[in-house]
T-cell receptor, first 109, second 116 residues
Framework: RKEVEQDPGPFNVPEGATVAFNCTYS??????FFWYRQDCRKEPKLLMS???SGNEDGRFTAQLNRASQYISLLIRDSKLSDSATYLC??????????FGKGTTLSVSS | GAVVSQHPSRVICKSGTSVKIECRSL??????MFWYRQFPKQSLMLMAT?????????EQGVEKDKFLINHASLTLSTLTVTSAHPEDSSFYIC????????????FGPGTRLTVL
C-alpha cells in the first residue's frame, strides 16, 4: 500500500464550482499534514496545513480524520487560477515530507 | 517568505557526464536539506536527507555512489549525478528546513535534467 494515496483526476470543473479532493495515508504515526499546490513544471508550494479541528483559508477548507487516516480539501467558488495539481503531504514523526501523486484540477470558463 | 534557490534551473548533458546541482537557502540557516526527484505525472520521491556536516541518509533504492550529496554549510547543499544516463532525466527539487521544523521547510524551484 502506498504511503499517501490520492485520486489523480483530472477534475474538470467550471468556474464557480465547488470541488473536493480526498487523500488517505498509511502511517498512523504521521504527525503533520499539509496540502501543497504544484503548477506545471514548478516546485510545490504550501497551500495550507491540515488539522483535526479543520481549518479554513478563504475559499479553501481542509479536514483531517485521524481515525480513518483521511484528509480532504474543499475548494469553493473555483477560479481559473486554481488550476493546478494538489498534493497531499504527510510528515511522519518529523522526518521528510511524504508526497502523494497529486490530484489535477482544471477550471474552465 | 524564505527563499531557496537552485542552480542550474535546467541542464542538458550527454550520457556519461556528471552534473552538479546546487541548493542554497538564501535568508535562513537550513539544518536539514532534502533532495527529491519527480518523474512526469509522478509524485515527488525523496532521494536523501542531509544534515550539515554529516553524511546524507539515502532512501532505499537510491544509489549513494551515483547521487553524491554534500552539505558543507548551513546554507548550501549539492547533489552530483555521476555518470548520468537517460533514465536519470528528471526534475530534481531540493528543500531546506530551518530550526522551526517542518513548518519552516521551503522548496527550491527545481532543476530539470535531460540526459541525451
Amino acid at each position: 500500500r502506498k504511503e499517501v494515496e490520492q485520486d489523480p483526476g483530472p477534475f474538470n470543473v467550471p468556474e464557480g464550482a465547488t470541488v473536493a479532493f480526498n487523500c488517505t495515508y498509511s502511517n498512523s504515526a504521521s504527525q503533520s499534514f499539509f496540502w501543497y499546490r504544484q503548477d506545471c513544471r514548478k516546485e510545490p508550494k504550501l497551500l495550507m496545513s491540515v488539522y483535526s479541528s479543520g481549518n479554513e483559508d478563504g475559499r479553501f477548507t481542509a479536514q483531517l480524520n485521524r481515525a480513518s487516516q483521511y484528509i480532504s480539501l474543499l475548494i469553493r467558488d473555483s477560479k481559473l487560477s486554481d488550476s493546478a495539481t494538489y498534493l497531499c503531504v504527510v510528515n511522519p514523526a518529523g522526518t521528510a515530507l511524504i508526497f502523494g501523486k497529486g490530484t489535477t484540477l482544471s477550471v474552465s470558463s | 517568505g524564505a527563499v531557496v534557490s537552485q542552480h542550474p534551473s535546467r541542464v542538458i548533458c550527454k550520457s556519461g557526464t556528471s552534473v552538479k546541482i546546487e541548493c542554497r537557502s538564501l535568508d535562513f540557516q537550513a539544518t536539514t536539506m532534502f533532495w527529491y526527484r519527480q518523474f512526469p505525472k509522478q509524485s515527488l520521491m525523496l532521494m536523501a536527507t542531509s544534515n550539515e556536516g554529516s553524511k546524507a541518509t539515502y532512501e532505499q533504492g537510491v544509489e549513494k555512489d551515483k547521487f553524491l550529496i554534500n552539505h558543507a554549510s548551513l546554507t548550501l547543499s549539492t547533489l552530483t549525478v555521476t555518470s548520468a544516463h537517460p533514465e536519470d532525466s528528471s526534475f530534481y527539487i531540493c528543500s531546506a528546513r530551518g530550526e522551526g521544523g517542518v513548518r519552516t521547510q521551503y522548496f527550491g524551484p527545481g532543476t530539470r535534467l535531460t540526459v541525451l
